[in-house]
């Protein structure tokens, strides 16, 4: 089977809930070599394994290559990525 965008979304997001948020960046990155464009929702599924895993910088720094990208951030990145940084007390500066 060959993946698609929507396999890689789905396994981006089981790897962030087992806490696997290094692996889910790398198959978030690695997409391009297999063709596939990761849309917003890949980018999403990323953003939120990061902030699972305390990972703020790593969930910031995916929200400016989405945008990089030209891949429109919706309300769900920027709600995961606002928790990422309010999770390791970055709100209050």
């Known amino acids: 089977l060959q993946p698609n965008v929507m396999s890689c979304t789905a396994t981006?997001?089981?790897?962030?809930?087992?806490?696997?948020?290094?692996?889910?960046?790398?198959?978030?990155?690695?997409?391009?070599?297999?063709?596939?464009q990761a849309d917003i929702i890949a980018y999403s599924a990323a953003i939120n394994a990061c902030e699972?895993?305390?990972?703020?910088?790593?969930?910031?720094?995916?929200?400016?290559?989405a945008?990089?990208?030209?891949?429109?951030?919706?309300?769900?990145t920027f709600r995961a990525t606002i928790s990422a940084c309010g999770n390791a007390g970055l709100s209050e500066e």
């Open 12 to 36: 981006i997001s089981r790897l962030g809930k087992e806490g696997r948020w290094a692996n889910a960046m790398r198959l978030l990155h690695d997409m391009p070599r297999s063709s596939l």
């Open 52 to 65: 699972k895993a305390a990972q703020w910088m790593s969930a910031l720094q995916l929200l400016v290559d």
């Open 67 to 76: 945008e990089e990208l030209s891949v429109q951030p919706n309300v769900e």
